[in-house]
Every structure is written in C-alpha cells, then in structure tokens.
C-alpha cells in the first residue's frame, strides 16, 4: 500500500459553528448519468439525506460531473415536490475543496479524492463505491462497513443499486458516524508515517529486517500492512493468502514473537515467487 499524496497537506480544521440545518455534500461520478436505474436511486438518496440536511451537488471534474448534478437536480423538482437541492457550479483548486469539505456535517464520496479529502479534513462520510480503489482505501481504513458497493458486471458497468440496503448503510454511518472518524484518524496517521521521505527507504529495503516489521507495526498499529510486508519478505509478493491470519496473529501478540513465528510459517508453508528473468 502506497499512500495517496494527498494525505500529506496540511489542514488546518475549521471553527464549529452549530447551525439550523446540518450540511451535506455529495461528490458523484458523472458517467453514471448513461445510466438511468442507477441515477433514479441517487434521486432516492438525495431526497433521503435532504429530510435532514441542506443538500449540495459538488465536482471534483465539473466537464464530467455537472451533467449528473443537474440533471438529479431536475428529477427532485419533477418527481419530489418540496424538496430543493443545489449545484455548485464552481470549480475549486484541492486546497479550495478540503476547505468546503472540512465544512460539512455529513459527505457522500464516490471519487477517489472526495474519500481522501474527507480522512483529511475529519468529517463523517457514505462511501459508495463504483471502483476496487474506493473499496481497496475503505479496506485499507478497515471501514467496509460505512461502503456501499453498486452492483457491477464483469466488465465493471453498473447494474443497480439495492435502496434498501444503501439506506441501511447510510443509517451505520449517521449512527456510527464517531466510529469511522477514529479510523479515518489512524489511517491518516499510518499514512503520513509511510509518505515520510526516511519510512519510504525502509520500507524498500531489501534485506530482511524484523526489527523494521516491527518499529514499522509499533509505530502504525497497522496490521495489516505489517502482514503484507512479511509475505512480501517471505514470500516476494505481499498479497499472500495467509495474510489475514498472520494479522490476526500479530493484533494477539507478543509482536516481535508473531513476526518471528510468521516468517518460520511461510518459509516452511508459502511458495516464493521468483522474479522472472527477461528473455
């Protein structure tokens, strides 16, 4: 796992100021709007979040996106009478949008930076995925369960969305919203550890170093990770398929014991995979 960059900016959190009606930002994919299933049940959503929220329709990539944002726009003023949402038909700079984001009660990520701007800026967020590098951050968060993952072919065109399930994973978030802050906080943490000029040169060494494994665990708490290093050692891949039973074993401890007993395990149990010579 390689942290996005992004990570590393500094932020600065914004003063709280209670308002009447909570905030809430939602920042889609725009070539969802080929597809009109899936676009009927953002409009669901929108009107859900709105009975609470003063709701906003963001661009990360507004040639891509405001298609999408006005046209759920005018289905709400069509289909939903009362209910009003806006579009910002801004485009914002990075810094500019973790700014307009360390704002909001409540986000509902589908782009890639839209989830990494809100482990930034700390807000509570509905991850909903469209891709495996949305589901792989959430993964990497251990926050699985604050995503909702639209149902895809084999070619990776959306199918459709199960309302009732997204609603279900929308009420976890609001209600466990305090939870997926804490991770988002200790993901960051592991992240600006790994994207540190001297961390990226360890964890590039090539020789095996268990003290590294384990400062690199101690430091992070990510188990994770620090499983994916020993196969990576051991094995010369790290996506091996004993690495959730090698984390589970390093959260139990003793440390330095399990990365020892880990390393013995897949030496004597994994097949290494050796670099292949060109022709």
């Given at each position: 796992y390689i942290p996005d960059i992004s990570l590393s900016f500094p932020y600065q959190p914004q003063p709280i100021t209670e308002a009447e009606t909570k905030s809430c930002g939602l920042f889609l994919v725009g070539n969802l709007v080929r597809f009109p299933k899936i676009v009927d049940e953002?409009?669901?959503l929108v009107i859900r979040l709105a009975q609470t929220h003063q709701v906003t329709l963001y661009s990360f990539h507004p040639a891509e996106d405001f298609s999408l944002n006005f046209q759920l726009q005018d289905l709400i003023r069509k289909r939903y009478d009362g209910y009003e949402v806006a579009v910002d038909c801004c485009s914002y700079s990075a810094q500019e949008m973790i700014k307009i984001m360390g704002k909001l009660d409540l986000a509902v990520c589908m782009r890639y930076h839209a989830h990494?701007?809100?482990?930034?800026?700390?807000?509570?967020?509905?991850?909903?995925s469209t891709s495996r590098k949305t589901a792989s951050l959430?993964?990497?968060?251990?926050?699985?369960q604050f995503q909702y993952a639209i149902e895809?072919?084999?070619y990776g065109?959306?199918?459709q969305i199960k309302f009732s399930e997204l609603k279900k994973t929308l009420r976890h978030t609001l209600s466990k919203g305090h939870e997926l802050k804490d991770k988002a906080v200790k993901f960051l943490v592991r992240s600006r550890f790994l994207l540190q000029d001297n961390q990226a040169n360890t964890l590039m060494k090539v020789a095996t170093d268990e003290n590294a494994i384990l400062d690199f665990i101690n430091t992070t708490h990510d188990y994770q990770n620090g499983a994916r290093?020993?196969?990576k050692e051991i094995l010369n891949y790290p996506d091996s398929r004993f690495n959730y039973g090698i984390a589970e074993n390093l959260r139990q401890g003793p440390l330095a014991e399990q990365i020892e007993a880990s390393m013995a395990f897949l030496t004597k149990n994994g097949t290494r995979l050796e670099p292949v010579t060109p022709i």
């Amino acid at each position: 796992y390689i942290p996005d960059i992004s990570l590393s900016f500094p932020y600065q959190p914004q003063p709280i100021t209670e308002a009447e009606t909570k905030s809430c930002g939602l920042f889609l994919v725009g070539n969802l709007v080929r597809f009109p299933k899936i676009v009927d049940e953002l409009a669901r959503l929108v009107i859900r979040l709105a009975q609470t929220h003063q709701v906003t329709l963001y661009s990360f990539h507004p040639a891509e996106d405001f298609s999408l944002n006005f046209q759920l726009q005018d289905l709400i003023r069509k289909r939903y009478d009362g209910y009003e949402v806006a579009v910002d038909c801004c485009s914002y700079s990075a810094q500019e949008m973790i700014k307009i984001m360390g704002k909001l009660d409540l986000a509902v990520c589908m782009r890639y930076h839209a989830h990494i701007f809100a482990v930034l800026t700390g807000i509570n967020f509905l991850s909903i995925s469209t891709s495996r590098k949305t589901a792989s951050l959430m993964k990497q968060m251990e926050a699985e369960q604050f995503q909702y993952a639209i149902e895809l072919d084999d070619y990776g065109t959306p199918l459709q969305i199960k309302f009732s399930e997204l609603k279900k994973t929308l009420r976890h978030t609001l209600s466990k919203g305090h939870e997926l802050k804490d991770k988002a906080v200790k993901f960051l943490v592991r992240s600006r550890f790994l994207l540190q000029d001297n961390q990226a040169n360890t964890l590039m060494k090539v020789a095996t170093d268990e003290n590294a494994i384990l400062d690199f665990i101690n430091t992070t708490h990510d188990y994770q990770n620090g499983a994916r290093w020993i196969s990576k050692e051991i094995l010369n891949y790290p996506d091996s398929r004993f690495n959730y039973g090698i984390a589970e074993n390093l959260r139990q401890g003793p440390l330095a014991e399990q990365i020892e007993a880990s390393m013995a395990f897949l030496t004597k149990n994994g097949t290494r995979l050796e670099p292949v010579t060109p022709i």
